[in-house]
């Protein structure tokens, strides 16, 4: 029998969110009152903004859950009650759309983003020059490349490609450490755990604590592709209404501020 629960980590990250949008209000509202949004770890500054604008202009509940996209796919597969889903590939929307998990009709492309090196602000490297052969070696040193996990986390499966397509993979692939999210990957380079790290472009943009030093060509990786839908037989006025949202100019400065292309 499937599981009908989220995991610790989501429902503690859930309470969490209902008691900072409720706070001063004297109320506390159950889930089952709010919009709920799964949505890819690298898009948690930008949807939670756009979360509080979507309650401000509609007096609806939005209630987020961020992880990385297989984590969230599969908890909506067993039953979590989301109601819209952002993924931060094509393969975890694929992977629900093909068990009809998703509303037809409901899903597009929203957002495109970049891959690309950090390392602490500190770091004495300045530039990596990102080329066919190049050398990692020498920049991780005897500790670890931190990047997400390439056997699901969107971001780690897109730098695997580049890096297999660079030839470079090969040689590094001992030396990953294998973050749950991108967000984890991001945070063992800010606190200087690994010297060197492989994240989007959007979650270096967001963090004084690293730099970033080079970016994969485009060419090197399929497209990076945000696609949203709402969860099979979730659709209703306030599901459609956030959608709208997403996909109106407002959201599209705020995706911008935080360093997505907007499809």
Request: proline share 6%; net charge neutral.
């Amino acid at each position: 029998m499937k599981q009908k629960f989220l995991s610790r980590s989501a429902v503690a990250g859930a309470l969490a969110t209902i008691l900072v949008l409720t706070a001063g209000t004297g109320l506390v509202w159950a889930a089952s009152d709010a919009v709920t949004v799964f949505a890819a770890a690298s898009t948690t500054n930008a949807v939670t903004e756009i979360g509080a604008l979507f309650s401000q202009r509609n007096e609806e509940r939005f209630l987020p859950s961020f992880a990385s996209s297989s984590t969230l796919a599969k908890q909506i597969d067993n039953g979590a009650p989301a109601d819209i889903y952002i993924s931060a590939n094509k393969k975890w929307m694929d992977y629900l759309e093909e068990k009809k998990m998703i509303e037809p009709g409901t899903r597009i492309d929203l957002l495109s983003n970049r891959i690309v090196l950090i390392v602490p602000a500190g770091s004495s490297v300045d530039h990596i020059a990102i080329a066919p052969g190049f050398d990692l070696l020498p920049f991780i040193g005897d500790s670890r490349l931190s990047m997400g996990d390439p056997d699901h986390v969107p971001a780690g499966i897109y730098g695997k490609q580049a890096l297999e397509s660079l030839g470079v993979w090969a040689a590094v692939e001992s030396h990953v450490a294998r973050a749950k999210d991108v967000r984890a990957a991001l945070a063992l380079v800010e606190q200087g755990e690994a010297p060197l790290g492989l994240v989007y472009a959007t979650d270096a943009a967001i963090s004084k604590k690293v730099r970033v030093v080079g970016t994969f060509p485009e060419t090197s990786h399929p497209p990076i592709v945000y696609p949203v839908a709402i969860v099979a037989g979730k659709q209703s006025p306030a599901t459609d209404r956030f959608m709208a949202l997403l996909q109106s100019p407002e959201a599209k400065s705020i995706f911008e501020k935080y360093g997505f292309a907007v499809r």
